[in-house]
């Protein structure tokens, strides 16, 4: 295993928690958070959280952005290193699938939440452009010309999402902070072609 690899096992088995995906989750806007932070958005106690926090940072997923004062003392303010988090996995460390199996499950909890959630908000569109919730599940029958476009597709909402979150500009009054969850796995017991 490389070192890339190792950083990736890393990553996954610090997102199979649901917490520790909730906490990564929480970083939406620009300038950090401290741990106090976290803890009012989760609505959990501070110390409750400090572990998970660790855990992170060790994985590479936060890093230390600085401190700032708060009362008497200085708190340490954090920020994500990536705000996509890549889920690929090295297939042949059965350890390494595990963990990338739990982060994504982690991972669907979570959009489960949020869809849950949102529905129940006065403010979703759910049509035209500027539709703010959508969920669906489909199979299709994909040769690989088919795969080679909708994987082009799904890169060009990652560099969207990449271009929009490397921006780190100030939010605005029509901003809206939405969850995007994609998966996409080959059917189990479904074959196609002649064997």
Not at 36 to 52: E, K
Not at 112 to 141: K, Q, S, T, Y
């Amino acid at each position: 295993m490389n070192k890339e690899q190792d950083i990736g096992t890393a990553v996954h088995a610090a997102l199979a928690s649901p917490l520790r995906m909730e906490l990564v989750g929480i970083f939406t806007e620009p300038g950090g958070l401290s741990i106090s932070d976290m803890a009012a958005r989760l609505g959990r106690p501070a110390t409750s959280l400090y572990h998970h926090v660790q855990v992170l940072e060790d994985a590479g997923v936060l890093r230390q952005a600085g401190t700032r004062p708060k009362g008497k003392r200085f708190e340490t303010v954090y920020e994500l290193t990536e705000h996509l988090l890549d889920l690929d996995v090295d297939r042949t460390d059965p350890e390494a699938i595990d963990h990338a199996v739990k982060a994504m499950s982690a991972a669907l909890r979570m959009a489960d939440r949020d869809f849950a959630a949102a529905v129940e908000r006065d403010d979703v569109c759910d049509e035209g452009p500027r539709r703010n919730i959508f969920g669906m599940r489909m199979h299709l029958r994909a040769p690989d010309s088919v795969l080679a476009e909708l994987n082009q597709r799904i890169d060009a909402v990652l560099d969207l999402v990449r271009e929009l979150t490397d921006a780190d500009q100030e939010p605005g009054p029509g901003d809206r902070f939405v969850s995007l969850t994609l998966l996409l796995a080959p059917l189990r017991g479904r074959r196609t072609g002649v064997e």
